[in-house]
């Protein structure tokens, strides 16, 4: 549904449902893909995951999952983490990490979150060009059209004839060092420290996990080919999620309470896990639930020990 502030594309008709192939979407009351769950935690460790749609699950068949479903069951069996848990989806499909800062301002936060996990990537790898970025002709930039959906439409439009001109399926050395020149400096390192600051000013540890996709920079050519049919800019996909990466890891370093967890251990490249370029297919969404958990495995002996009732 319209979002009623503007501020948001869309958001999610809370109690509403449908079905995406023979799985059934469930909106709860929250506007998540969620269960319904109580606003009070009840003495739970809540951790709630933010995304785009590889979070909230691009599921098809009757009985898959989505990931952070995965995850909060994998945790629940570890005698180490904190317990009772609960792992909250607060992934929405076509949001950038832009969007999702407003969704955690106004809906995230009110949960009162004792984690935090943001997978984000792919629909903000725009937010990686810059001006000191590997630039061979300017950036499009939005021109003000009457209709916002023609202007969206074009801008977009122009995006990828500039990513499909300007960046080839196997990049030099230098031609990556440019685009991580000004990384911190990029918009979507802003848009991280927006995120690290809320975390940080809430009291709340933050996991930036990699982002992953179905090829690689090692791919075979032909594998590569295979997706640009339906993804022509997959080559500015590649390098931009090899720089995204980079850069998060780099954010996780320099500030406190924040934790970088790389999940690529056979999922990153592995094309028989995903639907399309960045979609999961179940056995996906499992590795990713399992990577995830067992790199948060410090973490969370730590907050267990934090959280533990007192004697």
């Known amino acids: ?23 059934l979407f469930s909106i709860n009351s929250h506007g998540l893909r969620n269960r319904e769950f109580a606003l009070e935690k009840h003495g739970q460790y809540r951790i709630v995951a933010m995304g785009e749609s590889t979070t909230m699950g691009a599921t098809l068949r009757q009985n898959d999952r989505p990931w952070p479903v995965a995850l909060e069951e994998l945790i629940r069996q570890n005698p180490h983490a904190p317990s009772p848990v609960e792992v909250i989806n607060a992934g929405v499909s076509a949001y950038t990490l832009a969007d999702g800062l407003i969704l955690l301002q106004e809906t995230i936060l009110p949960l009162k979150p004792d984690l935090l996990i943001s997978y984000y990537g792919y629909n903000g790898f725009e937010f990686l060009i810059g001006p000191n ?41 230098v031609m990556v060092a440019r685009l991580t020149e000004g990384l911190l400096e990029s918009h979507y390192a802003r848009l991280y420290r927006e995120l690290i600051a809320i975390a940080q000013k809430n009291g709340i540890p933050l996991v930036l996990a990699s982002f992953n996709m179905a090829v690689h920079h090692g791919s075979p ?56 370029l960045v979609h999961f297919t179940q056995s996906g969404r499992e590795r990713l639930a399992q990577n995830l958990h067992t790199g948060l495995q410090d973490l969370l002996k730590a907050e267990a020990r934090e959280h533990s009732p007192l004697p």
Do not use: C
């Open 1 to 23: 549904m319209p979002d009623p502030s503007g501020r948001l594309p869309f958001k999610f008709r809370p109690g509403s449902q449908g079905l995406f192939g023979e799985s």
């Open 133 to 173: 970025s590997i630039l061979r002709e300017a950036v499009p930039v939005r021109k003000p059209r009457p209709s916002p959906t023609l202007e969206r439409f074009e801008y977009r439009w122009n995006l990828e004839r500039y990513r499909r001109r300007n960046f080839q399926p196997d990049p030099d050395p």
């Open 221 to 276: 050519p032909d594998v590569i080919e295979f997706y640009r049919a339906v993804f022509p800019s997959v080559n500015f996909s590649i390098l931009a999620n090899r720089v995204h990466n980079r850069l998060i890891r780099a954010l996780a370093e320099q500030h406190d309470g924040v934790w970088f967890v790389d999940l690529s251990n056979g999922l990153d490249g592995a094309h028989e896990h995903y639907i399309d």
